[in-house]
Each structure stands twice: as C-alpha cells, then as structure tokens.
C-alpha cells in the first residue's frame, strides 16, 4: 500500500498539463497511423462479448457496427445484452461497490495513471479504431485521443486533492471534518462521437471516485469501449468495478436507469433521450433508498457571432472549423452564423469560399477533412433538415451527398430566419445556418433565442461588446475570436444550460464532486 500510495503521490506532484495534439505534417507521425490503420485493419471483424465481472459472456444474438465511410465493411461483432443480463451486471456492480468503496483514493488513482500510460503508447492504434469506425479525421481522432488521456490524468489528481483534508471552520472543543464518500453503481452512457474521450472520461471519474460502473457505450461506437476495456483489465482493475454491456439503448438504458440499485446515471447525447432519462430517474422505485443523480450533455444549437468591429478573415475560419469539424456531429458544433448586417455579405462569401475549399470523402486517407455522418438513420434526418432548409433559406452551396459511404457535402443556408427550424433544431450534421443581425444587440437577442445553451463565440474588436456578451451570452462555455469547439480539459471545464444540459463542467474542478457525496464527521474533545 505505501508503495502505491508513492507512485500516486508522485505523479500527481507532477502539474497536470494537456496531452499535445500530433503533428502529421512530420514523416513518422503520419507513417505510425498509416501503419496503425493497416494493423486494424487486418483486425476487423472481430466478435467482442460483454464483460460481467470481469467473466466473458457470448451470445448467440449480435450486431454488426460498420464503417461509415464503407457501410459493407463491418468493424465488429457485438454480443446483444438481455434485461436479465443487465440486472446480473447491476447485481454485480453493486456487490463489488461494498469493497471497492474501501480502497485508498491513491489506489483508485493509479489505476487511471496506469491506462493513462497505455494509452499514450497505443495511441494511433486506438485512434485507427475511431477513424474506421465513427469516420474521424486524423486530426479528430487524435484529438478525440488527447482528451481521454487528459480525463484520465486530470481526475486521478482531483480525486487526490478531495482526499486531503478539506478546509473548514475550526471550533475549539470539538474535532471536525468533512469527507467525501462515494455514491454507488452508475450507470454510463456515453455518445458514439467521442467513442473514446468522453466514454473513458465518465466512466473513469465514476470509478476513481469510488463507484462501481455498468458501462452501456453506443452501439454506433462500442470498438473503443471495448478495447478500453481490455485496457483496464490490463492494469489490473478488480473485476466487477466496470461492467460492459453492448446492446440495444431500448432494453438495457431503461433497465439500468429503471433499476433501484442504480445510485446514479452519468449520460452523453440527444436532448429526447436525456429528458427521456432524466424523467425516468426522477421515479422512484419499489426499494429504492435515494434520490437518483442525472449528469446530462444533452447537446446544442450554437452560435458564432460577429460584429462589424471583428478580424473577418478570423471570424470565417473560426465559423467553418465550428460548423463542419467531425462532420457537424459535436453538440458544440457552430451550426449558426450570426453577423451583423454591416459585413454579412463580406463573412459569407469569405464563409463560403473556405467551405467550398473542405475535402470530403475517406478518412482513412490522411488529407480528407470530412468524413461521413455517423449512419444511415443520420444521414437520412440531415437531408431531411436541407430539403427543409430549402424553404427557409438561401442554398449558397453543398446540400448534395454521396456514397456508398455516409457522405454529406458542407452545406450553408443564407438569410436564414432566425425562428427557421434550421435554426432552432439540433440537425448534428454539416449544416450551417447564417443570420443576418441588426447590430450587436439583435445579433446576442439572436443567439440567446433557442432552448439550448451550450457553447457560443464572438468575434469582435469591441471591448464594450465583449463585457456585454461575458454577462449576457446565455451559455456554459463562452469564447471570444477564436471557435466555439475544442475545450481542452482543464482549461474550459464543459457543459451548458437549459437544454443543453445540467452543466456538469467535464474536465473541471467541480465535476468529480457529482459522483461523490460530502459527509461532515464530528466528536467533542
């Protein structure tokens, strides 16, 4: 246990500091993921079974998750969880919770340094999983990889520093203090487009708190849970703290988030299926001793505003990097241009000309910047949202598709109607609607004006405008001159308001704090 307790001690005295991004403009880097993505490659196809502490468990029933950009090449096969088999995970999880709960913080801690480690050393290689099977750029899948490695570090750390003492008021007489403990089983559900980063940072802040996990990835995405599973295993991570289950989001999600064991649920993903959720929590069940926590991201409608005071050259980058990065499907994604009608022409020519510049095709290839939309379902209700964009707006360019992968053009609406559906509903796709705005006040009453609250960004010269938009820019992560996606752990915990969410600020000092409990503990002297 020393021995443990040192190893932790001394990689936490080390700062924490965000895992850099690759650079594949250098020979050796592009070469490691090209020959990541042979080795994959040849590695597809593959059956995985659910995990059940830490047992292998087939199944006669599986699915097939495929390769967007190549519907007909099929990534993996996936055993299909029964509710019976979820409740054994539960029962699992909750078993092991009553150990797993005593042992030291430094120890939990570890076991995130450990995966952290490995991570880095595998790092094209699970990126290559991502690129196959989610359609991630390079560049997205590595920073898709940065981040997770990030999570990792950043929480092994904070979960140290809520160990030591905690600072509170001192009264003579009495000995005081307060603790935090953990919670119980969770259940988590994360989102198929940071398969890695956001599935290992809710899954490892749940168990380095001291919580056991039944982990439920999306069935568009379980490759990289799976194979962040097997990296668990291999530092050693007692069997029954993470449970794997594969499935559909029907019958296990309502199980897990039904069952009275469940302690909490920490999901990623659409506004219905987090409301969907967050009802259902709100029931209490027949022998159920608490009250459920709900950590939500439940996406957004974001807004990237400029004034006529703003770097323009700057501001057009800034808004197609926010709007068709990982093909629109971030719930950060800038899918509304907002500009104020003094250089509206000017940004959207200069929006348009970058646009039609975007290669889109394979990701395998190393100079593709889109790739597909994540399936079928996908694509269909992105070409649904243009044909009504059709109507609401001015096509200046994209709306077109091909195949036989998932593929969708960069797509921009012009003097688009700020009520439009295509500015108010969450399309996740490469669809970009443009407004034109009055002057600043019209433009911030613009994008205050949906149901979501997420991410927004400014471009402006103006320092009145940017204190005016610090207190009433409606949203959870704020920026100015520069894109509204890309929030590095640390650096800008994330999460919005309103619909988008309960605000849990991932990757910030308070996140950890909702998966564990405060307990003040008293004795006269």
Same mark, same amino acid.
């Given at each position: 246990?020393?021995?443990?307790?040192?190893?932790?001690?001394?990689?936490?005295?080390?700062?924490?500091?965000?895992?850099?991004?690759?650079?594949?403009?250098?020979?050796?880097?592009?070469?490691?993921?090209? *020959?990541?993505?042979?080795?994959?490659?040849?590695?597809?196809?593959?059956?995985?079974?659910?995990?059940?502490?830490?047992?292998?468990?087939?199944?006669?029933?599986?699915?097939?998750?495929?390769?967007?950009?190549?519907?007909?090449?099929?990534?993996?096969?996936?055993?299909?969880?029964?509710?019976?088999?979820?409740?054994?995970?539960?029962?699992?999880?909750?078993?092991?919770?009553?150990?797993?709960?005593?042992?030291?913080?430094?120890?939990?801690?570890?076991?995130?340094?450990?995966?952290?480690?490995?991570?880095?050393?595998?790092?094209?290689?699970?990126?290559?999983?991502?690129?196959?099977?989610?359609?991630?750029?390079?560049?997205?899948?590595?920073?898709?990889?940065?981040?997770?490695?990030?999570?990792?570090?950043?929480?092994?750390? *904070?979960?140290?520093?809520?160990?030591?003492?905690?600072?509170?008021?001192?009264?003579?007489?009495?000995?005081?203090?307060?603790?935090? =403990?953990?919670?119980?089983?969770?259940?988590?559900?994360?989102?198929?487009?940071?398969?890695?980063?956001?599935?290992?940072?809710?899954?490892?802040?749940?168990?380095? &708190?001291?919580?056991?996990?039944?982990?439920?990835?999306?069935?568009?995405?379980?490759?990289?849970?799976?194979?962040?599973?097997?990296?668990?295993?291999?530092?050693?991570?007692?069997?029954?703290?993470?449970?794997?289950?594969?499935?559909?989001?029907?019958?296990?999600?309502?199980?897990?988030?039904?069952?009275?064991?469940?302690?909490?649920?920490?999901?990623?993903?659409?506004?219905?299926?987090?409301?969907?959720?967050? *009802?259902?929590?709100?029931?209490?069940?027949?022998?159920?001793?608490?009250?459920?926590?709900?950590?939500?991201?439940?996406?957004?409608?974001?807004?990237?505003?400029?004034?006529?005071?703003?770097?323009?050259?700057?501001?057009?980058?800034?808004?197609?990097?926010? &709007?068709?990065?990982?093909?629109?499907?971030?719930?950060?994604?800038?899918?509304?241009?907002?500009?104020?009608?003094?250089?509206?022409?000017?940004?959207?020519?200069?929006?348009?000309?970058?646009?039609?510049?975007?290669?889109?095709?394979?990701?395998?290839?190393?100079?593709?910047?889109?790739?597909?939309?994540?399936?079928?379902?996908?694509?269909?209700?992105?070409?649904?949202?243009?044909?009504?964009?059709?109507?609401?707006?001015?096509?200046?360019?994209?709306?077109?598709?091909?195949?036989?992968?998932?593929?969708?053009?960069?797509?921009?609406?012009?003097?688009?109607?700020?009520?439009?559906?295509?500015?108010?509903?969450?399309?996740?796709?490469?669809?970009?609607?443009?407004?034109? &705005?009055?002057?600043?006040?019209?433009?911030?009453? =613009?994008?205050?004006?949906?149901?979501?609250?997420?991410?927004?960004?400014?471009?402006?010269?103006?320092?009145?405008?940017?204190?005016?938009?610090?207190?009433?820019?409606?949203?959870?992560?704020?920026?100015?001159?520069?894109?509204?996606?890309?929030?590095?752990?640390?650096?800008?915990?994330?999460?919005?308001?309103?619909?988008?969410?309960?605000?849990?600020?991932?990757?910030?000092?308070?996140?950890?704090?909702?998966?564990?409990?405060?307990?003040?503990?008293?004795?006269?002297?």
């Amino acid at each position: 246990m020393a021995t443990t307790f040192k190893r932790a001690v001394s990689h936490a005295q080390q700062p924490f500091v965000n895992e850099p991004l690759t650079d594949f403009s250098k020979e050796e880097n592009k070469r490691a993921q090209a *020959e990541a993505l042979e080795q994959v490659k040849s590695e597809l196809g593959r059956t995985y079974p659910l995990i059940i502490g830490g047992k292998q468990i087939e199944s006669e029933h599986t699915f097939a998750s495929v390769n967007p950009s190549q519907p007909n090449q099929i990534i993996g096969h996936f055993a299909r969880a029964t509710e019976e088999q979820t409740k054994e995970a539960i029962t699992t999880a909750a078993t092991t919770f009553e150990t797993w709960k005593r042992v030291p913080a430094e120890e939990r801690a570890n076991y995130l340094f450990a995966a952290a480690d490995i991570m880095r050393q595998r790092r094209f290689y699970l990126a290559a999983w991502m690129i196959y099977e989610v359609g991630k750029s390079w560049s997205e899948a590595d920073g898709d990889m940065a981040e997770a490695i990030d999570f990792l570090e950043f929480y092994a750390r *904070e979960i140290l520093r809520l160990a030591e003492e905690q600072p509170i008021v001192r009264m003579e007489g009495e000995d005081n203090q307060l603790v935090y =403990i953990p919670l119980g089983v969770c259940a988590v559900i994360p989102p198929w487009n940071f398969p890695c980063a956001i599935m290992a940072g809710m899954t490892c802040a749940a168990l380095v &708190a001291g919580n056991t996990v039944v982990l439920k990835p999306a069935s568009t995405a379980p490759t990289i849970a799976a194979q962040f599973m097997h990296i668990l295993q291999e530092v050693g991570l007692p069997a029954g703290v993470v449970n794997f289950l594969t499935g559909s989001g029907s019958v296990i999600g309502d199980t897990l988030v039904d069952d009275a064991r469940v302690r909490f649920i920490a999901f990623t993903g659409s506004r219905d299926v987090g409301l969907r959720i967050y *009802e259902r929590a709100a029931k209490r069940q027949q022998g159920q001793r608490w009250l459920k926590r709900s950590i939500l991201e439940m996406g957004g409608k974001d807004a990237v505003v400029v004034d006529e005071t703003a770097d323009l050259d700057a501001a057009a980058t800034g808004i197609v990097s926010s &709007a068709f990065g990982f093909q629109g499907q971030k719930c950060s994604a800038g899918s509304r241009a907002i500009i104020v009608e003094q250089v509206y022409d000017q940004v959207l020519q200069k929006v348009t000309e970058k646009s039609r510049q975007l290669t889109v095709g394979d990701v395998t290839q190393p100079d593709v910047y889109m790739g597909p939309v994540i399936d079928e379902n996908a694509m269909k209700k992105v070409l649904e949202y243009i044909d009504i964009g059709k109507g609401e707006g001015r096509l200046v360019t994209g709306g077109g598709h091909h195949g036989p992968g998932y593929f969708i053009e960069p797509t921009i609406f012009a003097d688009v109607n700020p009520q439009a559906r295509i500015a108010q509903e969450e399309i996740f796709g490469p669809v970009l609607a443009v407004m034109k &705005a009055k002057d600043f006040d019209d433009a911030l009453r =613009i994008a205050n004006d949906t149901e979501y609250g997420l991410t927004g960004a400014l471009y402006s010269r103006d320092q009145q405008h940017i204190e005016r938009a610090k207190e009433e820019f409606h949203v959870g992560n704020l920026y100015f001159n520069r894109k509204c996606t890309g929030a590095l752990v640390g650096v800008h915990p994330f999460g919005g308001f309103n619909m988008s969410g309960t605000d849990s600020k991932a990757g910030g000092r308070d996140y950890l704090l909702l998966f564990i409990q405060a307990k003040t503990i008293s004795a006269k002297k």
